[in-house]
């Protein structure tokens, strides 16, 4: 009912503790508060915030057009609602390395596990378009320390996330992903690997956990969880995956009001009230208030 309460300092210590055991961790992109619950719901072991999600439910293309206090807004409104702890997209860290060390401030402040902070250049771009640039190797350094450095709780996971792979390849990545772990990243996020192999070779140069990200319609092939196991990656994102499916079906929707006047034919497709209001927890709220939930729901 209402909000988590499993307090933060709680969420991020099981983070690391599981990061730490070498399991796979999955972690489904949340668009919205409601479908963090539903992660959460369905047994997954944490939530992802995409900065291209919370661009795109602004109207917005992914091209750093959002604000630090956009993105902690909505970041605090999503790991609020759910138990699980929650990875999100800091970007480039919105500005030079002091402000970096504030996002990392602020983002705490809305209570996430771990934030990841990329080595693009201002104003970036998705990391699976072309034609996207990185800073220099003492830039992208220094923005990782002063994240590292910016953090008050020490379990608060600093992600590096390097775009090298694409402008000068996989080598590259590799000794950037060394350089980044040594200036204090506690996770690498190798962006836009396009093998397994290529997985295998930055887990075989650090020493900490890696992310892989299973974006569709990018640069990456879509490999399994297993897969993705076998060659020891520690944490998976499918970052826009739910917004999609969700803006399909709500296009296809659309389509059938326009064709037939009305939704009837779709309604097999959408949740049913009765589960909406359970993953609500409607009935919890009467302990407050005897006359809030007086009804029943029949799925009929």
């Known amino acids: 009912m209402l909000y988590s309460t499993v307090p933060v300092a709680a969420k991020r210590s099981t983070f690391r503790e599981r990061l730490a055991s070498g399991e796979l961790l999955r972690l489904p992109g949340a668009f919205n508060p409601l479908s963090a619950r539903l992660i959460q719901e369905r047994g997954f072991e944490g939530v992802y915030v995409s900065g291209a999600v919370l661009s795109a439910d602004l109207g917005l293309p992914d091209?750093?057009?959002?604000?630090?206090?956009?993105?902690?807004?909505?970041?605090?409104?999503i790991a609020r609602v759910t138990d699980l702890p929650v990875l999100v997209d800091a970007d480039t860290g919105f500005g030079e390395p002091m402000n970096v060390a504030r996002t990392v401030q602020e983002l705490e402040d809305a209570g996430v596990?771990?934030?990841?902070?990329?080595?693009?250049?201002?104003?970036?771009?998705?990391?699976?378009?072309?034609?996207?640039?990185?800073?220099?190797?003492d830039l992208a350094v220094r923005r990782?320390?002063?994240?590292?450095?910016?953090?008050?709780?020490?379990?608060?996971?600093?992600?590096?996330?390097?775009?090298?792979?694409?402008?000068?390849?996989l080598?590259?990545?590799v000794d950037r992903a060394r350089a980044l772990v040594d200036a204090?990243?506690?996770?690498?996020?190798?962006?836009?690997?396009?093998?397994?192999?290529?997985?295998?070779?930055?887990?075989?140069?650090?020493?900490?956990?890696?992310?892989?990200?299973?974006?569709?319609?990018?640069?990456?092939?879509?490999?399994?969880?297993?897969?993705?196991?076998?060659?020891?990656?520690?944490?998976?994102?499918?970052?826009?995956?739910?917004?999609?499916?969700?803006?399909?079906?709500a296009l296809r929707g659309l389509e059938t009001l326009e064709a037939d006047g009305a939704l009837t034919s779709r309604?097999?497709?959408?949740?049913?009230?009765?589960?909406?209001?359970?993953?609500?927890?409607?009935?919890?709220?009467?302990?407050?208030?005897?006359?809030?939930?007086?009804f029943t729901v029949t799925r009929d």
Not at 65 to 76: D, F, N, Q
Not at 113 to 137: F, M, S, T
Not at 150 to 168: F, Q, W
Not at 268 to 289: C, I, K, N, P
């Open 63 to 77: 091209i750093g057009l959002t604000t630090l206090t956009e993105v902690a807004g909505r970041t605090r409104q």
């Open 113 to 137: 596990a771990g934030l990841h902070i990329e080595d693009q250049v201002n104003p970036k771009r998705c990391g699976h378009l072309d034609g996207k640039e990185v800073v220099g190797l």
């Open 144 to 169: 990782i320390r002063a994240a590292a450095d910016g953090r008050r709780d020490p379990n608060l996971l600093i992600m590096a996330r390097t775009d090298v792979r694409g402008v000068s390849g």
């Open 171 to 173: 080598a590259d990545a």
């Open 184 to 249: 204090g990243a506690d996770a690498i996020f190798p962006e836009a690997m396009a093998t397994l192999a290529e997985f295998e070779a930055v887990r075989a140069a650090v020493d900490v956990p890696i992310l892989a990200n299973m974006t569709e319609f990018g640069k990456s092939e879509l490999f399994t969880v297993d897969a993705l196991r076998d060659v020891g990656v520690n944490v998976v994102i499918w970052p826009v995956s739910l917004l999609r499916l969700a803006m399909g079906a």
């Open 267 to 294: 309604l097999g497709e959408m949740q049913h009230r009765a589960d909406l209001y359970d993953l609500l927890d409607y009935q919890a709220y009467s302990r407050f208030d005897e006359d809030v939930f007086t």
